[in-house]
C-alpha cells in the first residue's frame, strides 16, 4: 500500500522556521520583503493559495537576486514586473545571461511558474490539487521530477550536493508526492544563493545552511533514507 504523505507535506513550512533568528529574519522582511506572518500562513492553505503565496515568495527572491548582481537598486520596480517565463525578455532571459542560478533551478522556476499561472487564470482551478496537476501535466512528469530534484542536486555550502550521479526513480517519485516541500527547499535554497551579495554575513551563512540542510530533514520526517550516492 502506497503511503499518504499529504499531512506530512502540508507542514513542510512550520518543519523550516527560517525566522528562529532575528539576523535572518529581519534581512527577510527588510531586504527580500518575505515577511513572517506570510511563511506562517502556508501551512493552513489548500493547494490554490499556497501555490500563489509561494510563487510570491520566488518572485522576491528572483528580484533580490538580480537586483543584487546589477547592483541597481533604483530598478527595484522595473524587475518586479518582469515577466518570469519570458525566455527573450523576462527574469529567466537575465537569470540565464547572467549565469545567475544553473539550469536545474532555472527548470524548477520554469514549470513552478505554470503551475502559479495554470492556477491564477482560471478560477475554477481554485480546487486545485498540485500532485494530481503534475501527474496529468502530459509528457511533462521528467521534467517536474527534475524541477522538484533540484535543491538536492545543486551544490550546497560545502560544494558538494545531496545527491550525485544517477536520481533514483524513487526519490523522484517521493519528491512528487510531496510537492509543497520540494517547492520550499528550492525556494530556500534560491534565497541562499542570492545571499552571496550580502556580504557573506552570518545571515548568509544561516540560510544557506538552511536551505541546503533542510533538504535532508524532508527524507528523514517522511521516514525513508537518504538514497546513497552512486
Not at 72 to 82: G, H, K, Y
Not at 127 to 139: A, C, T
Amino acid at each position: 500500500m502506497t503511503r499518504d504523505f499529504r499531512e506530512e507535506d502540508r507542514r513542510a513550512a512550520s518543519r523550516l522556521r527560517i525566522y528562529k533568528d532575528s539576523e535572518t529574519r529581519d534581512w527577510l522582511t527588510n531586504q527580500v520583503g518575505i515577511s513572517i506572518e506570510l511563511w506562517d500562513s502556508l501551512d493552513g492553505d489548500d493547494d490554490w493559495a499556497f501555490v500563489i503565496k509561494a510563487h510570491g515568495i520566488l518572485e522576491a527572491a528572483l528580484n533580490h537576486l538580480i537586483l543584487t548582481e546589477i547592483n541597481r537598486p533604483e530598478l527595484r520596480d522595473f524587475v518586479a514586473r518582469l515577466d518570469t517565463l519570458n525566455k527573450a525578455t523576462g527574469k529567466s532571459a537575465l537569470l540565464k545571461a547572467l549565469d545567475l542560478l544553473p539550469s536545474e533551478i532555472r527548470n524548477f522556476i520554469r514549470k513552478f511558474s505554470e503551475l502559479r499561472n495554470h492556477a491564477v487564470h482560471d478560477v475554477r482551478n481554485f480546487n486545485l490539487n498540485i500532485v494530481k496537476y503534475i501527474r496529468d501535466d502530459q509528457g511533462e512528469l521528467k521534467s517536474w521530477k527534475k524541477a522538484l530534484t533540484c535543491w538536492c542536486v545543486v551544490p550546497g555550502p560545502d560544494g558538494k550536493a545531496l545527491l550525485e550521479g544517477a536520481m533514483p526513480e524513487e526519490f523522484a517519485d517521493l519528491c512528487v508526492q510531496t510537492p509543497r516541500s520540494s517547492i520550499l527547499y528550492s525556494c530556500l535554497l534560491i534565497l541562499g544563493i542570492s545571499l552571496a551579495g550580502y556580504a557573506r554575513t552570518k545571515a548568509f551563512n544561516k540560510i544557506i545552511r538552511e536551505a541546503y540542510e533542510n533538504g535532508r530533514k524532508l527524507v528523514v520526517v517522511l521516514d525513508q533514507p537518504i538514497p546513497k550516492e552512486s
